[in-house]
């Protein structure tokens, strides 16, 4: 069976410090991966989508920027955070072929900005 | 414009009560898919359901129901016996063709169940 993992689970930094937050997909080939925010109290955006290794698209102008340097592998980075990007983030992968597919979630990082 | 939209914000029930969550959802493709995921206070999300734009036939699984009405593009869903345990909030989304299948999520509504 398939399963994604999120890490780290919670994460507490500076306004101007980096970011990196990972996610790892097991037990599938070839996956669509996502990364979304989640504010309190509010919807999900989605920020990221790549349809394969090296490629991604951005969703929303922002300080954050992801990569996927292996197939099953999505990374989530900032050179300075703000504390705008406080928020719940959440990776999901969504099976390649086929259309309309549901999109699976992982556990999420909560990203408390100070 | 929003795509979904999910009315109702917070709902309270007792336990054993049914709770019905509307979504209502806009789009011009013919082909389209709409979802139902749970987010309960561990903040995963859990999907419940996919449903294609040509099938209209309601679904039942345990204690869930799901009703689609192309005619006014809604895709209601419904909780029979809540339980404390379907606390959470619930997003209804809609993935368009014309959106490369992407996800639009509605706002979520709450549902809290009261022992």
């Known amino acids: 069976s398939q399963t994604i993992h999120q890490w780290p689970a919670t994460l507490v930094q500076p306004v101007g410090s980096p970011l990196s937050l990972e996610c790892t997909v097991e037990?599938?080939?070839?996956?669509?991966l996502y990364w979304y925010r989640q504010a309190a109290g509010r919807g999900l955006q989605l920020l990221f989508y790549s349809v394969g290794i090296g490629q991604i698209s951005s969703e929303v102008p922002q300080n954050l920027s992801a990569s996927r340097p292996q197939d099953r592998q999505f990374i989530l980075s900032s050179k300075k955070l703000l504390l705008s990007d406080s928020g719940f983030y959440l990776c999901?992968?969504?099976?390649?072929?086929?259309?309309?597919?549901?999109?699976?979630f992982g556990p999420g990082t909560r990203l408390t900005v100070t | 414009a929003q795509k979904v939209t999910q009315a109702q914000t917070e709902i309270s029930v007792v336990e054993k009560e049914d709770v019905t969550l509307d979504c209502v959802y806009e789009?011009?493709?013919?082909?389209?898919?709409l979802f139902w995921y749970k987010q309960p206070p561990s903040g995963e999300l859990v999907f419940l359901i996919r449903?294609?734009?040509?099938?209209?036939q309601n679904e039942i699984s345990g204690r869930y129901s799901w009703n689609f009405q192309k005619s006014t593009s809604s895709f209601n869903f419904t909780i029979t016996a809540s339980q404390v345990v379907d606390s959470a909030v619930y997003f209804c989304a809609l993935s368009e063709v014309s959106n490369d299948y992407k996800l639009s999520f509605g706002a979520g509504t709450t549902v809290t169940v009261r022992a």
């Open positions: 449903r294609n734009s040509f099938d209209e």
């Open positions: 037990g599938t080939s070839n996956p669509n």
């Open positions: 789009t011009r493709d013919t082909t389209y898919y």
């Open positions: 999901a992968w969504s099976a390649r072929t086929g259309v309309g597919n549901e999109q699976y």
